[in-house]
């Protein structure tokens, strides 16, 4: 997915931010809670930043033990993504 993101052009990748980046601070909340910290809101780096974000905070999910609550659909969203941006 990362690899497709950074082929598309501006427009595209524009078009698809606002979904990636809720995607992003959802997953974000979902660490927080679970470390039982306070959610914060994660930067608007723009869509050049916007897979690293996502990268990792699939990986801190997976760190704080999250993604057996959320794996499945996860997974459901991380493939409906992919899909989207062939």
Do not use: N
């Not at 524009?14 to 660490?31: D, K, M, T």
């Not at 033990?65 to 996860?74: E, F, K, W």
């Amino acid at each position: 997915m990362v690899q497709r993101w950074r082929q598309l052009p501006l427009d595209r990748a524009l078009s698809y931010s606002g979904r990636v980046r809720a995607l992003v601070q959802s997953l974000a909340g979902e660490v927080a809670g679970a470390t039982g910290e306070r959610a914060s809101v994660v930067p608007d780096c723009g869509p050049a930043t916007l897979m690293d974000q996502l990268t990792v905070m699939v990986y801190d999910m997976s760190a704080a033990a999250v993604a057996s609550t959320r794996t499945s659909t996860l997974v459901q969203d991380l493939t409906s993504l992919r899909r989207d941006l062939s």
